[in-house]
């Protein structure tokens, strides 16, 4: 997949993960674009290991899978700024 491919994938799955899961987080479009390629990446890793599926190619499987990395990523930020303050 190119880095265009990756970039809409991310921003797809940031913004699912944002959705699914508001808050009053402080992120930025940028943030949340890079989390969502962060979590493409977290959730592809993880997608592989337990058979469920990759981020190999722009789908809807791929953007299920990289949302959830999304939210694990999501949820991990805020815990530890939950803690932080």
């Given at each position: 997949m190119g880095i265009f491919s990756w970039i809409i994938l991310g921003l797809i799955a940031g913004v699912l993960a944002k959705w699914i899961m508001p808050g009053k987080d402080d992120l930025g479009f940028i943030i949340?674009?890079?989390?969502?390629?962060?979590?493409?990446?977290?959730?592809?890793?993880?997608?592989?290991?337990?058979?469920?599926?990759?981020?190999?190619?722009?789908?809807i499987g791929s953007i299920l899978t990289a949302t959830m990395g999304a939210l694990l990523l999501l949820f991990l930020y805020r815990q530890f700024k939950q803690k932080s303050s």
């Open positions: 949340t674009i890079l989390l969502g390629i962060a979590g493409a990446f977290v959730g592809g890793f993880l997608g592989s290991l337990v058979g469920l599926g990759s981020t190999d190619e722009l789908s």
